[in-house]
């Protein structure tokens, strides 16, 4: 956990000279050698989408840091724990491009769990037992926005720390966004990462954290120690002011790091995406009362929650009716039989939007948000 007045954030922008780049900010940021020491790469791999969508941390990135950690003579494995109820990690990894340039070391997280208590929530947290016995963990997020916790970085991609069904669970234990920010950070607390290596190659914009994004050419990395600065820088790249942000906001409560501009040292050059989206849930999330009584004349009532304030809906031109969705609700909210329905057990935690294969379920993109 940083406890410097000061993070850097390194911003570099790459091209072909990918593993140039990555070697640098190792040579920057990651010991000379690891000596043997047990490095764990966990990028996200949050389903099974093949690159190109950019859903998943591009694999050539996760190949150049596979062969700078064995340079540096380290046992490397990598692996992530993926959204959704028994999904097999080595297919994701397939699928994603990453068991592939993982090189051999490719390792599934969920062979072996730790029980953990969240130190604000309380909560349970079934642990990857591989995170708890890294020596060094490099955490390697994508730059994409999240429809349920504004933005998914640093902070959000230790998430995949947590095994198996214990992640639908906590989506039920935490029903507001306060209280899932928390269980982020608590979950982020149980190991912070050594090093945070943000993949803003090709980004996510819009109803993110997958199908209902749009995809970006930046054609940057980001890396630092201090997951929290990293996050603001990526927020502010974004447009956004990170200290508006439920999750750094937690952290920056519980000292995870800096989030303020001038404690940030940034070398290379932080230029905001030009019209960068955010997801419509932001826009809902920052309405005053006034705006919120029109917003409710215009729009179905069924789509005020008191979470994030939409429910999800179905493209049924694209739906194929596997079940998926259902199968993954946390909240039990979906059937398929007699015909498809989310109850109002929901509690709009898009994880159906995020873990439906087809890009069916998508929170309902609404332009006249963007006006408030
Ligand atoms: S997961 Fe997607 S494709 Fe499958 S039933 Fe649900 S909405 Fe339809
Ligand atoms: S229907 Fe979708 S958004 Fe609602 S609780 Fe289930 S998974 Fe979450």
Redesign the pocket.
């Known amino acids: 956990m940083p406890n410097k007045q000061v993070s850097r954030v390194i911003i570099e922008k790459v091209g072909s000279d990918l593993r140039a780049k990555v070697e640098s900010i190792m040579a920057t940021l990651a010991p000379r050698t690891f000596a043997g020491a047990k490095v764990l790469i966990k990028p996200n791999m949050v389903g099974p989408s093949v690159p190109e969508l950019g859903h998943t941390t591009h694999p050539e990135l996760v190949r150049e840091l596979v062969r700078s950690c064995l340079d540096r003579n380290g046992k490397v494995s990598v692996g992530d724990n993926p959204g959704g109820i028994n999904r097999s990690s080595r297919n994701v990894a397939r699928i994603t491009g990453i068991l592939e340039a993982s090189e051999g070391c490719f390792t599934p997280l969920s062979d072996g769990v730790v029980e953990k208590t969240g130190l604000e929530t309380g909560f349970q947290l079934v642990i990857s037992r591989a995170i708890l016995e890294a020596d060094y963990i490099i955490n390697v997020p994508v730059f994409k926005t999240h429809s349920g916790m504004m933005i998914s970085g640093a902070l959000k991609n230790t998430f995949g720390y947590v095994a198996g069904a214990c992640k639908a669970r906590l989506?039920v234990q935490a029903r507001d966004a306060v209280t899932f920010a928390k269980t982020i950070c608590d979950v982020f607390q149980v190991r912070p990462p050594d090093l945070n290596i943000l993949d803003a190659i090709t980004v996510i914009e819009g109803n993110g954290p997958c199908h209902g994004g749009r995809l970006r050419e930046v054609g940057k990395i980001l890396a630092g120690i201090d997951a929290l600065a990293q996050d603001a820088v990526m927020a502010r790249m974004m447009g956004v002011y990170p200290e508006i942000l439920p999750v750094q906001k937690e952290a920056l409560v519980r000292g995870l790091g800096v989030l303020d501009e001038k404690k940030i040292e940034i070398r290379g050059e932080l230029v905001p995406i030009p019209d960068f989206k955010m997801p419509v849930t932001f826009y809902v999330s920052r309405l005053d009362e006034k705006a919120r009584a029109e917003f409710r004349k215009l729009y179905p009532s069924r789509m005020m929650e008191t979470r994030i304030e939409i429910?999800?809906e179905r493209n049924e031109e694209k739906c194929v009716l596997c079940g998926d969705?259902a199968l993954?609700?946390?909240?039990e909210?979906?059937t398929l039989e007699p015909e498809f329905q989310?109850s109002d057990?929901?509690?709009?935690?898009?994880?159906?939007?995020e873990l439906c294969p087809e890009g069916a379920?998508e929170v309902p993109d609404v332009e006249v948000f963007r006006h408030y």
């Open positions: 989506h429910k999800p969705c993954n609700c946390p909240a909210a979906m989310i057990a929901c509690i709009a935690c898009y994880c159906c939007v379920m």
